[in-house]
């Protein structure tokens, strides 16, 4: 599937290099065709390409408030090095609005800030959030995901567990909400966080109904921080699914090289 850009670029080359004067062009002269990933539902790909110009001034705006490796793709098929540690991690403290289940919680500098705005609107409205995981380095994820294999099987853990340099949680900006179960969803701050987490740059990783496309099964409790502005793109042209969008985003890096 491709967004095909041979007459896109001639028509809106001046708008876009003014727009992007003091940034690096998205586009050159050799490349006028953009490959999106295969996963990406036709419907959402049709939409881009009918509103092209707004899509790429989001896609720039969002690009741009990108730092610290927010909107890395980290799944399945794109590990993250076994040696990866953020290097601007942040312990968790029981003083600040959210509760914690444990002591040795961090998170990074963005990430712990947005979670303690987040925790705070929430406390106004009488509800306490509960940090109960977050940064895993590789090691604890491996002898994690190997006591699943032991319990569960092999085949049965890949459904709810990632394999060592594959999980979000290496990068530090990830939670796991509450009881670590279903029953989140229905609870107070499981709802709350559902309905207003974007607001403070807060994406459900793993939806509904939609294991075949993230790769695992639905996590109502586990939250990434990828920002506010990527949130709001995320719901604008990827159907509110993160997986979605940080694929393209990947290709679109990769592709722009």
């Known amino acids: ?12 080359y001046i708008i876009i290099t003014v727009f992007f004067f003091t940034t690096t ?16 539902p036709t419907n959402l790909v049709d939409r881009i390409n009918k509103n092209m110009p707004e899509f790429l001034q989001d896609l720039e705006r969002v690009l741009q408030s ?31 609005a959210y509760a914690l289940n444990r002591n040795d919680l961090s998170l990074t500098n963005d990430a712990e800030a947005a979670l303690q705005r987040m925790a705070q609107a929430a406390r106004k409205e009488g509800i306490t959030l509960l940090v109960s995981s977050s940064y895993r380095s590789y090691l604890y994820q491996k002898n994690l995901f190997n006591r699943y294999v032991r319990e569960s099987g092999e085949k049965e853990a890949e459904r709810f567990s990632a394999r060592p340099g594959t999980s979000q949680h290496q990068l530090g900006t990830v939670i796991d909400f509450g009881s670590i179960t279903d029953a989140f969803a229905d609870t107070t701050a499981g709802k709350w966080i559902y309905r ?28 990434r921080y990828i920002g506010k502005e990527a949130c709001a793109f995320q719901k604008k042209w990827f159907g509110d699914i993160q997986q979605y969008m940080l694929e393209f985003i990947d290709a679109w890096k990769k592709q722009q090289k």
């Open 196 to 223: 207003h987490g974007s607001e403070y740059g807060w994406s459900l990783s793993f939806p509904k109904g939609y294991e075949a496309v993230t790769g695992y099964i639905w996590e109502s409790w586990h939250y």
């Open 1 to 12: 599937m491709t967004v095909n850009m041979n007459k896109l670029f001639f028509k809106y």
């Open 66 to 96: 990108e730092r610290n490796n927010l909107l890395v793709l980290v799944d399945k098929r794109h590990p993250l090095p076994e040696d990866y540690k953020p290097d601007n991690l942040h312990p968790l403290s029981r003083k600040r």
């Open 25 to 40: 062009a998205l586009f050159s002269a050799e490349t006028k065709t953009f490959h999106v990933p295969s996963s990406i």
